[in-house]
């Protein structure tokens, strides 16, 4: 499982698109039509044009993979994404550059253990060849993610990260966000709510993340019963006595989530 960085101004664009579109807590999201004026024009039809011809995997796979860019709802959003600027930009890519250079490296040394704990956690069959992940700029917030494209050997995540961040704070979100592919490459299917609960109490700096040395101490957690229970399986280290994560769950709770 190899990790490489993309830093790129239509990646910034178009992950960042992606987010505004689909994170529902974004104010966009209230009163779409009043931003939509200036450069948030162009901004909200290319997430338009994204969206309505469902081209998203087409666009990340362009910009990612140099695939499908003669696709017409690619060449039309790639129209408008490449219309917009990002401020001071050159500075920025060189600080993302510098920051993908030591996720990379740090990655190399943990993936071992990374996929060991996997293994053991939830019992995983299949893995991705390649992580790509999108670097962004997040100038006032801390971290930011998303999974924006997976296919059977490959996934796609961003990463909205500023030059103060360290590697292991990048990379145990990274980690979190190919949790969710690997998820839907393993076919396991639980609602999307239960699937961000359980993700979340492992990473980023959840007890996953301590294990793997990405954190010093876990985040303080939720008080929902998914949780708690998630929270229990790692405190009695049943990992360790070949339970998978799932199916505990499984036996803790009224609901029979598949797997």
């Known amino acids: 499982m190899e ?4 830093t790129s101004v239509e990646g910034h664009v178009a992950a960042a698109l992606y987010d505004l579109v689909h994170v529902p807590q974004c104010p966009v999201h ?3 039509y009043v931003f939509y004026i200036g450069d948030y024009s162009r901004v909200l039809y290319a997430g338009f044009i994204a969206e309505e011809k469902k081209c998203w995997d087409k666009l990340f796979k362009c910009i990612v993979f140099k695939e499908d ?3 017409d709802c690619v060449s039309e959003a790639l129209e408008a994404i490449k219309s917009i600027s990002v ?3 050159d500075t920025i890519k060189e600080t993302l550059d510098k920051l993908s250079s030591s996720v990379e490296k740090l990655h190399r040394k943990i993936r071992e253990k990374y996929i060991e704990y996997m293994d053991r956690i939830f019992g995983f069959k299949k893995y991705f060849k390649e992580v790509h992940v999108i670097y962004g700029f997040n ?3 801390g971290l930011m993610g998303s999974m924006l494209y997976w296919d059977e050997e490959r996934v796609v995540v961003s990463s909205f990260t500023k030059p103060s961040m360290e590697a292991e704070q990048v990379l145990d979100l990274v980690y979190h966000e190919v949790l969710h592919g690997l998820f839907r490459l393993n076919k396991i299917n639980v609602p999307s709510d239960v699937e961000e609960t359980i993700i979340d109490t492992l990473m980023p700096e959840g007890f996953l993340s301590k294990i793997l040395g990405l954190a010093k101490d876990v985040k303080k957690p939720s008080k929902d019963n998914i949780t708690a229970m998630v929270r229990a399986y790692f405190e009695e280290k049943l990992y360790e ?5 799932i199916e505990y769950l499984n036996t803790r709770s009224r609901v029979s989530y598949r797997f």
């Open 69 to 71: 860019c003669n696709a």
């Open 30 to 32: 209230r009163y779409p």
């Open 241 to 245: 006595k070949n339970i998978r994560l």
């Open 3 to 6: 990790i490489h960085g993309v």
């Open 87 to 89: 401020y001071k930009w």
């Open 139 to 141: 100038p006032l917030g």
